[in-house]
């Protein structure tokens, strides 16, 4: 009974999940989303005011600098003057030609008057007030007969307006050639029809040419440089694409995360650098998976997150020897997430335990157990 009641009470081993510090390649990236962007983009507008051609060119068409015409812009017909319209036209010159004689006359006899006064004065034969009253309307006149040259000189302007629209001959349609080599984007205006000046007809661009544009946090953007490697997944190929960065923007905006957070964060600009036959069906605003690696190391000494835990202010582990846990600090480095380098503590080869939670302590029997 003795013997039964000691094996019963006898401690026994805690099964563990085990893993092995070991050295190799450890990288601490910044993995966000991102998407495609042609670098240089070509907004093609109407240059001038007129009947647009109907575009024959859609999204994917290819086109060449100097050469490819886009569109074509035909100058609108002269407005027509019809009988009633000239009748009223040659009404108003008529009407200011006659307002302009009559403001003639009226200045010819202010100005006459105002002499007259002035020799009166001189005589002292009328008084001030009077002479004053004869330089007012003859100033007065004076306007009046401006006044009317301006509206003569306006009825008359539209009159010949009107009359050289109609002999006037048509100008020359205007091209729009491509200014770039590359594809048709998109195409705004496609059907035949009036247009103004400056209105945008379609948009141009090299989809070879392409940077990827990745929002990050504002503290990952921070530490990001220039010349940063980058790998960029899930673009709908194969094997990853590289891509370097060119520039982290200056200027950081607020975004509302998908769980109502707002949230600092900054675009970074990267360069894509697999060559174009490796990436044949990717193209503008296409998303992709990004990695920034913004540290590397071949030889790190690493081990699982999961087996680091909290001691106070330090780090620790439980290493295993002679089948006890044996409690050891650490000194960690760089993560990946999944995994954590650790600096001091650790030698190559040592097994340590994965997840300890509050049951194993140090010195106690331990069992290895095969995940």
Avoid: C
């Avoid at 086109?63 to 490819?68: E, F, L, M, P």
């Avoid at 059907?191 to 544009?213: C, K, Y």
Wanted: charged fraction near 25%; proline fraction near 6%.
């Amino acid at each position: 009974m003795v013997v039964l009641l000691v094996f019963g009470f006898w401690p026994r081993p805690i099964p563990v999940e085990i893993a092995v510090a070991a050295t190799g390649t450890l990288r601490a990236m910044v993995n966000e989303e991102g998407k495609t962007r042609i670098k240089q983009r070509y907004l093609i507008s109407a240059p001038v005011s007129g009947q647009l051609r109907r575009i024959p060119f859609k999204a994917g068409a290819e086109v060449q600098a100097g050469k490819t015409v886009l569109a074509v812009i035909d100058p609108l017909p002269p407005t027509l003057l019809d009988a009633r319209s000239r009748s009223l036209a040659e009404a108003r010159r008529d009407e200011a030609s006659a307002n302009l004689d009559k403001a003639r006359a009226a200045y010819t006899f202010a100005a006459s008057e105002l002499k007259r006064f002035e020799q009166l004065s001189a005589d002292k034969a009328i008084s001030v007030q009077e002479l004053e009253g004869a330089q007012w309307r003859e100033a007065s006149n004076s306007r009046e007969q401006a006044a009317a040259q301006s509206a003569l000189r306006q009825a008359e302007a539209e009159l010949a307006e009107f009359t050289q629209s109609t002999s006037a001959p048509l100008q020359s349609p205007r091209e729009i050639k491509a200014p770039a080599n590359g594809r048709v984007l998109r195409v705004f205006e496609e059907n035949a029809r009036v247009v103004a000046g400056g209105a945008s007809l379609m948009e141009i661009g090299d989809p070879t040419d392409l940077e990827v544009v990745i929002d990050v946090l504002s503290r990952d953007g921070a530490v990001i440089a220039p010349g940063t490697k980058v790998e960029l997944e899930q673009w709908g190929g194969g094997a990853p694409l590289a891509a370097q960065v060119r520039l982290v923007e200056p200027a950081a905006f607020t975004k509302v995360s998908a769980l109502g957070v707002e949230e600092q964060r900054v675009n970074v600009i990267a360069d894509l650098l697999s060559p174009p036959d490796q990436r044949p069906a990717i193209g503008d605003n296409f998303r992709v998976e990004a990695h920034i690696i913004v540290w590397e190391a071949n030889n790190a000494l690493k081990v699982p997150s999961g087996a680091l835990f909290r001691r106070g202010d330090d780090w620790a582990t439980f290493v295993i020897s002679d089948s006890h846990a044996h409690l050891r600090a650490v000194k960690p480095g760089r993560s990946s997430g999944p995994e954590t380098q650790v600096i001091e503590g650790l030698r190559p080869g040592e097994k340590i335990i994965l997840y300890p939670g509050s049951t194993v302590r140090d010195g106690q029997r331990v069992k290895e157990i095969k995940t």
